[in-house]
């Protein structure tokens, strides 16, 4: 019996270290493999979508036919056309103008709205104006249509320094969150994005929108209350972290499955345990009554 149990003791030890060694192996290897060409993939679908609106030449034709607008006699139905065209060129829903000259929103459809700096509705563009990004994003609710946009915001310059507005590109947000259902699995894995503050800006479930300021035809609206402590956000074994440069936020791939597959791998190893200690147990029976 004492053969058995050397025997037993070292199969035990040796399905620990193998229990060890595929632990090992699957963060550094097979977790870190799959997870950023997961990450990947979002940020490159993300991409598909947003990276129009960011093609430097877009951002020069754009500024000389603005500026010439601008400076020019203004005949509104160009600006209209202008609009309309970038808008369906860019693959956007609408698309605004907002001239620092006039502090007026020039709409593609057609409508316009004066701001000012007393109106808190209007924050958005003063906020941006006097920061030093040259582009940023704001949440749109539609209160006519019912419908969440991301307002995505670029500066419009004329000549270096010389700002001559804003443009605004509305971009569904059902359309970007779509992208994020693709690579989240229910509790297992969830694939989301969160700004500098820890909140919650883009989710496959809107719900978990985090107090974002959203702006309504009708005021600011407060939507969600989920957010997170940014030094949480660091990369780990079953969190991938990625810096979205162009949305000033981080875009986050949460593997809660890893606790699924270490206990059913434990699971596994236990199960062989006791399948042996069985086994050597009974043939010592039968060696015995032999």
Known sequence: MDSKKVILSTTILSSLLFLLLINTLYHFWFYNRISNGIITRVEQELNTIMAPIQSMEEQKINARFLSDWIESPRVRQNLD??????????????????????EIVYQSAGTEVKMSPENPRDSWYYNFISSDKNEDYELFYDSLKGKLYIYYNQKVYSSPGNLIGVLGYLVPYEEVSQILKQYSHGRLQTAFLVNFRGETILHPDQSKIGELNIYDYFGLLQKGTEGYNLSTLQPGRARTVKKVDYLDSFLVLDFRGIWLIKTLLTLGIILLNIVLWLFLRISGKRQVSA
């Open 81 to 102: 056309a202008y609009l309309e065209d970038l808008a369906i060129r860019t693959g956007c829903d609408a698309l605004d103008f907002a001239s620092s000259q006039s």
